[in-house]
DNA sequence: ATTTAAGCGAGACGGTACGTCGTGTCTTTAT
DNA sequence: ATAAAGACACGACGTACCGTCTCGCTTAAAT
């Protein structure tokens, strides 16, 4: 991806094929990025094309392959700078009331995957990482770790409030609390409302905490 | 002399365009489904295409595209052929211990989702239906929901025999069941292991059992 | 061409090619014939095709392969039966007057060649006869030449008449009057004029008539 | 950012989608017109497919789309080019003899018509002159009209020296002396021999000279 | 008076070529 | 050296026809 830091000197090595990050035009970034977003709610992923993209932004097309090795990893970009503007949320609410956190955490959510803004470049990054591994780390590591341990760490606080069980595998449990929902979103199993991620935070809940409780 | 004489028979096809399904060819529609299941395990979904499942076919493409809408539609049939010949596991085992039945199939599953000659064809599928809402609804209908009805048929027999919560809404204890599994299988957000399907299952079962149970 | 006369006999050879003309649809042959004149002005030689054709003459594929080698086959025939019903010219006039009678004719063709109808597939068949050796020598013969002999006659009549030359090659002569009229058309290198006919003719009696002549 | 900014200079280009000729590769060129030539006579004016030449050029089918309107249009550019190349006898040999000197060239015109590889792109061209006036109107101007003019030439030198009419229409002459060769060759009415052409000159002439002349 | 067996309408089939679109590379011209 | 522009070789697209090949079906001839 074209974020790799790529300090000046690099560019020296015998065959530089990594261009010179420091003449990048940002205004062409920004212009493509800005146009892929546009043009993935547009069209969607599979007919979304690089020159399209190029032609949008008033950019020529080496400018697209020259920073980016594919238009998902251009996506990535576009999506990742979204996202860190809006500041992501860093932590979940801890009101003390576990499953109301989560619940409320889901619901936004699910508005979240409702809004065609988001849920375009969203849905495209899962469909190439789904056929591309390299993007696929990629795609997991910027976008989706980031949010799920947002989750661990409120399940790490409930733990530490023994709410829930204190030897609960916090990964399988944030796997439990998302896969069947973005399961759901992905394949287009089922509707995603609220009613079914309050229903999935209650289950789930049933697992993490002490068997003894009522 | 040129005006189209219309017999009523001609007259009671109502609609155009569509061909005639009694006139088609059963050896190429096979060709053409073993050349799809044959390639896309060779090349993968987004370098197949429909020329070269015609030439390895040994058929012309108009054939495929007389009868299916898109590459994505041949790999369904082709799918659901082999799925339906190999006589799908029409019911889970029922040793009466549920936890170890469930861990058996979902091992099972695994090593299927590491077969690659399945898998190939299977996450074509996958993605193809992310991109398609259309032909979602197909792949779920057709492939995805029988198979997770015979989860269903598992987990009702475990409510009979009061092993699981009478009132448990079964189709969401599958979809807690499978979601985390083909999460990790499709984002490959991790490992598919034993391991892990094994302690999936039990901390579902944590949740679709009593509370006072132990 | 179908005009080939086959006796029934003819087709119990080994492995009989040539289907039994008895038996053939004399409605199913006018239907093409009419269907083909009336595709080529619609649409011209080159977009004119067998199935366009078929279609139109509600006729299956099979029924025009059967009896004839190619489209052009087919306008032939199709011209052929128009020009044999509407009764070839089997003379040119003769009131003495060679000149007057020549530029007669020649305005006439004129006036033919100018009329779509008969325009559209009479070049059709120049076109495909000058791509196709075989099928130029049932044209010639056929359409052609048939024509170049009422020429012939009259000019033999001249010669008769101490007109013209009496040792006159009068194949030559009517090339001579013909080609550049011909030429002008097909190659659209000229409008077809009465002018340029009356002119034509005017030059080539000069040719024709003893030198001591006026 | 997405809008397309107009140079004052790109601006000046009035229409879209005519590509810049400037970056035109000569190379590709040269090559496609070669291999159209090849081809042509190697298969014929009906078998000479763009993919074919295309290929034999080793050059993108986008290529030949993006310069040229139809094949017929790379033919006229390529025999074109090699008209221009061998230079273009400029003018006909001017003996004194008019006679002498028509024969002789329509002799050598003979000879060209015979030779494979120059009448195969020509007749190509006159086939597809036949079938489209657009076309039609280049081959003229670009192929046939310059041969034409040299005729016209000699045949005015002639006039000057008395030889024929002073009021001859020279036009009118030089289809009477090339019509009846190219309707001969084109429709394969009759042999392309040297005696044909020698009577026809002959002839010709009679009408060409004043009368009085023996 | 049936039985053949042909022609027939229909259209699926294996192919070829079409003309278009997008890919990723390369070159030109202009900052 | 990067950028806009876009020509290029390539490959696949989805369509249109080709000419062949079954399918019932009518229909005339030969049983």
Redesign the pocket.
């Known amino acids: 991806m074209s974020s790799t830091p790529q300090s000046p000197r690099a560019a020296r090595a015998p065959r530089a094929k990594v261009?010179?990050t420091t003449?990048?035009?940002a205004r062409?970034r920004a212009a493509i990025l800005d146009a892929s977003m546009e043009l993935v709610g547009e069209v969607g992923y599979s007919r979304l094309?690089?020159?399209a993209i190029a032609a949008r932004a008033?950019?020529?097309?080496?400018?697209i392959?020259?920073w980016w090795p594919?238009?998902a990893a251009v996506l990535l970009d576009a999506l990742t700078a979204v996202v860190d503007d809006d500041g992501y949320a860093a932590a979940l609410p801890d009101t003390g009331d576990l499953a109301a956190d989560l619940k409320e955490v889901l619901r936004a959510t699910v508005d979240e995957f409702t809004d065609a803004a988001f849920e375009a470049p969203y849905r495209a990054l899962a469909i190439a990482s789904a056929a591309d591994a390299q993007l696929a780390a990629q795609f997991n590591e910027r976008l989706q770790e980031p949010g799920l341990a947002v989750y661990a760490a409120r399940l790490r606080a409930a733990q530490r409030a023994g709410q829930i069980d204190a030897d609960l595998d916090v990964g399988l449990a944030v796997e439990m609390l998302l896969g069947p929902f973005q399961q759901r979103w992905l394949a287009r199993s089922g509707p995603l409302t609220y009613e079914f991620t309050d229903r999935l935070v209650e289950m789930c809940l049933r697992a993490f905490t002490p068997r003894g409780t009522p």
């Not at 008033?58 to 400018?63: A, H, I, L, N, R």
């Open positions: 261009p010179d003449r990048r035009s062409s094309t690089i020159e008033g950019v020529g097309k080496q400018t392959y020259r594919s238009k």
